[in-house]
């Protein structure tokens, strides 16, 4: 099992950067394959990125590809995503995700994060 806590969001305008972290406790993170999510007010949870255990992989959502990076530090068990030339319709609540096996992390992780709050002005 692990536990997801990110943390990095905040308020920006458009066409700033923004690094999220995501920690995750316990010994097993190199493991998992990592995602990121989003959730924008009145909108279902999308997909934005993935990146698999040892970090050679990944993989990311049209929306954000060219802007967004997902990357990870297996020696700290943290995972990031730097969000560069960010647009108003960036604005979400970020949530990070897990689950054992690559293919599955961008569709049904296993484990969620809080989240953490994204908002992007004009």
């Known amino acids: 099992q692990v536990q997801l806590v990110e943390s990095g969001g905040g308020l920006v305008q458009a066409g700033d950067s923004l690094r999220l972290s995501c920690a995750a406790s316990?010994?097993?993170?190199?493991?998992?394959?990592m995602g990121w999510f989003r959730q924008a007010p009145g909108k279902e949870r999308e997909f934005v990125a993935a990146i698999s255990n040892g970090g050679l992989r990944t993989y990311y959502a049209d929306s954000v590809k060219g802007r967004f990076t997902i990357s990870r530090d297996n020696a700290k068990n943290t995972v990031y995503l730097q969000m560069n030339s960010l647009k108003p319709e960036d604005t979400a609540i970020y949530y990070c995700?897990?689950?054992?096996?690559?293919?599955?992390?961008?569709?049904?992780?296993?484990?969620w994060g809080q989240g953490t709050q994204v908002t992007v002005s004009s």
């Open positions: 995700a897990a689950h054992y096996q690559y293919v599955y992390v961008r569709s049904k992780p296993d484990y």
């Open positions: 316990g010994r097993t993170f190199s493991s998992y394959a």
